[in-house]
């Protein structure tokens, strides 16, 4: 069983995260060659004042 987890940023739509999900499914499918039910996907989202990348948080704006 495949598990794959996605940490992103808070703030997408439920049709975004509908979209993401099924998009990295169908790649796992492919390359995988595993069934569709078989792959799990979490998705973490975190707040912005949480990550930070070249020493500036998200929160500060990029």
Known sequence: MP???IKIIEGRTIEQKRGMAKDVTDAIVKNVGCP???VQIDIIELKAENVA???KLFSDGQ
């Open 36 to 38: 569709t039910a078989a």
């Open 3 to 5: 598990l794959v987890t």
């Open 53 to 55: 990348q070249g020493g």
